[in-house]
């Protein structure tokens, strides 16, 4: 069964750095890419980064390119999320996501972790 | 980038109803790189339908997708009441990667 666990959410101040991880499992995790997607309180999805499954390939969203920076440990079976320079714009909820296909679409989610951005 | 606009913005429909979701793209969608998510009130997204009108794995064979081009579709055939859900769609055909604001379907 595919499992992949969020951790790492909490409360930060603006301006500050947290960094998210997924660990995941039951399945080869160094054979597929794996993404970020976000969603703030009460609203919709937004993709933020993937990673290719040799961790060769990084794609990110404008809204984070040059703060945040996506990171895998194949050995690990770990994915990551570093997070600088945090604005309050970034609060939500912060689900790892396992990619499929070509463009990637997602076939499995984690349950997500929150990241709170204020003072 | 590509915008996906859903409509309607919510459906209320009963228990038996057939519930008709739109998925409209700014322009076509690269070989119909399009999917579908469920997501119930407090979980993640589940995957329910990508390349357009393929099923997930055990996604019930009431849920069914269609369309190309810019134009796409989910049909839940037989409404349940665990189908309380909103719904997105998403293109993964260009970059970067975009989803649908949402559509609410209602259990009346």
């Known amino acids: 069964e595919v499992q992949l666990l969020d951790s790492g959410g909490g409360l930060v101040q603006p301006g500050g750095s947290l960094r998210l991880s997924c660990a995941a499992s039951g399945f080869t995790f160094s054979n597929y890419a794996m993404s970020w997607v976000r969603q703030a309180p009460g609203k919709g999805l937004e993709w933020i980064s993937t990673?290719?499954?040799?961790?060769?390939?990084?794609y990110y969203a404008d809204s984070v390119k040059g703060r945040f920076n996506i990171s895998r440990d194949n050995s690990k079976n770990t994915l990551s999320l570093h997070m600088n320079s945090l604005r309050a714009e970034d609060t939500a909820v912060y689900y790892c996501a396992k990619a499929r296909g070509y463009g990637y679409y997602f076939d499995y989610w984690g349950q997500g972790t929150l990241v709170t951005v204020s003072s | 980038e590509i915008v996906l606009t859903q409509s309607p913005g919510t459906l209320s429909l009963s228990p038996g109803e057939r519930a008709t979701l739109s998925c409209r793209a700014s322009q076509s969608v690269s070989s119909n790189y399009l999917a579908w998510y469920q997501q119930k009130p407090g979980q993640a997204p589940r995957l329910l339908i990508y390349?357009?009108?393929s099923r997930a794995t055990g996604i019930p064979d009431r849920f069914s997708g269609s369309g190309s081009g810019t134009d796409f579709t989910l049909t839940i055939s037989r409404l349940e009441p665990e189908d309380l859900a909103v719904y997105y769609c998403q293109q993964y055909g260009s970059s970067p990667r975009t989803f649908g604001q949402g559509t609410k379907v209602e259990i009346k």
């Open positions: 390349g357009a009108s």
């Open positions: 990673i290719d499954s040799s961790g060769g390939t990084i």
